[in-house]
């Protein structure tokens, strides 16, 4: 009888110790689902995001992209910045944008820069019904393909917000989503310089820098640019768009989680 309570207790410390990892990280996961969004859909597709937005295995490269124009107020300026710093980057164009401003667009293609899908509308995908997600895309999509004959591959859903719906059809329509590990714009960055400074202390070989050049004041962002590109070529980093991965890091994204802004 003693050896039996013995085994058996035996057996319950052994599956207790099974157990108990699993149940911290389920409670870990809890927490963090918690802080996230309050829902457990969302946490899994934090989860997957954090697949998609580093470039892993690569030299010192970065990939620079803007989101949110094509804006009169600022995107000219960044093309000026670029231009003279001789660089590419990709910008991920709004649809109603593109076709408000198409001779920015034109400009941005000329000099040499990549464009990808940003939705017509910039809505929080997450919260859209598949009709609305597959229109606000096909409409971005065919948009961009009236003013400059391209067809983008590359697609960034608004603040990196979304759902399985989104991830299907962006994938059925033959993009590929790609999200960021840098965001130059930071509640805690005050002025052009915190910004400039916290962008190139989280700058790592085949990071993909989140700036934006349009719906709101960007002005600090366009100040910080050119120190931002000036720090990076410093530090031996050299500038590609995201069209430009060496093929074998193509698809390979790692890292933590984006910065929803
Ligand atoms: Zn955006």
Redesign the pocket.
């Known amino acids: 009888m003693a050896v039996m309570r013995s085994s058996g207790i035996r057996k319950f410390a052994i599956v207790s110790l099974l157990i108990t990892p699993i149940l911290i990280y389920h409670h870990f996961i809890g927490a963090l689902l918690a802080t996230a969004s309050g829902t457990g859909e969302n946490l899994l597709l934090t989860m997957e995001a954090a697949k998609l937005h580093r470039i892993s295995g690569v030299d010192k490269v970065v990939a620079l992209t803007f ?2 124009g094509p804006d009169p107020r600022y995107t000219p300026r960044v093309l000026n910045i670029l231009a003279r710093e001789n660089i590419k980057a990709t910008f ?1 164009l ?1 649809g109603k944008q593109v076709d408000k401003y198409p001779y920015i667009v034109r400009q941005i293609i000329e000099q040499g820069n990549l464009v990808g899908n ?1 939705t017509y509308s ?1 809505p929080d995908l997450a919260v859209e019904d598949k009709n609305q997600i597959k229109d606000e895309i096909d409409k971005c999509q065919a948009a961009i393909f009236h003013v400059t004959g391209q067809q983008p591959i590359y697609f ?1 859903p ?2 990196g917000l979304f759902n399985q719906q989104t991830k299907e059809i962006v994938s059925k329509n033959g993009l590929k989503m790609v999200l960021w590990d840098v965001c130059v714009e930071h509640k805690r960055s005050r002025t052009s310089s915190q910004e400039t400074k916290r962008v190139l202390s989280l700058v790592r070989p085949g990071s993909i820098i989140l700036a ?1 050049d349009g ?1 709101l004041n960007r002005k600090k962002t366009i100040e910080a640019l050119p120190m931002i590109i000036k720090g990076l070529k410093e530090r031996g980093y050299k500038f590609i768009t995201l069209d430009n991965l060496p093929p074998a890091t193509q698809g390979t994204y790692v890292g933590k989680r984006p910065r929803v802004i």
Do not use: E
């Open positions: 989101d949110d991920f709004i940003h910039h960034r608004p603040r934006h719906r």
